[in-house]
Nanobody
Framework: QLQLVESGGGLVQPGGSLRLSCAASGFAFDSYTIGWFRQAPGKEREGVSCISGSGGLRYYADSVKGRFTISRDNSKNTMYLQIDSLKPEDTAVYYC????????????????????WGQGTQVTVSS
């Protein structure tokens, strides 16, 4: 059974940093593109960053370029999102997802087309 479990969210002040993790099990992790999506209250879920199975290709939404860094450790079946210079508008529930898609295609696709999701982790940026 495919499972994705996020961790690392929390309350942080503007300008602060967080590192989110997504632990995967039950499938061939390195065969899947993995992505981070977020959903703020009253807004649609959006793709933030996605990484290919090998880790060689990455995609970032324009709103997070230069502040977010995605990575994965296939030996640990885990993906990470380093978030720096946090802004209040980054406040959202962050979800990891898995799909057999290209990195840009996955991050830009309608989320309803993605089958595998974690439960989400809350990130709140506030002073």
């Amino acid at each position: 059974q495919l499972q994705l479990v996020e961790s690392g969210g929390g309350l942080v002040q503007p300008g602060g940093s967080l590192r989110l993790s997504c632990a995967a099990s039950g499938f061939a992790f390195d065969s899947y593109t993995i992505g981070w999506f977020r959903q703020a209250p009253g807004k649609e879920r959006e793709g933030v960053s996605c990484i290919s199975g090998s880790g060689g290709l990455r995609y970032y939404a324009d709103s997070v370029k230069g502040r977010f860094t995605i990575s994965r450790d296939n030996s640990k079946n885990t993906m990470y999102l380093q978030i720096d210079s946090l802004k209040p508008e980054d406040t959202a529930v962050y979800y990891c997802a898995a799909a057999r898609k290209g990195v840009q295609a996955m991050c830009l696709t309608n989320p309803v087309s993605i089958l595998y999701w974690g439960q989400g982790t809350q990130v709140t940026v506030s002073s």
